[in-house]
């Protein structure tokens, strides 16, 4: 499992194939090739990322 990039939380939930969601901060975060993406869900359902908030670094994860 991996940390939260946002809060550091290992409070993750899976929600689909490769996408969970952080009940500490409430962001969904999806894996692909080997790097976090982060999404905040906006009041209307859609979806805007986050990712331009962390560094590759942080968004980084081994399985
Ligand atoms: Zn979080």
Redesign the pocket.
Known sequence: MFN?P??Q?KDIGKIGINQYY?W??F?ELSLSQGMINTHQVEEDGSLSSLDDLFDEEQRRYIL
């Open positions: 939260c946002n809060c939380s952080c500490n901060c962001i």
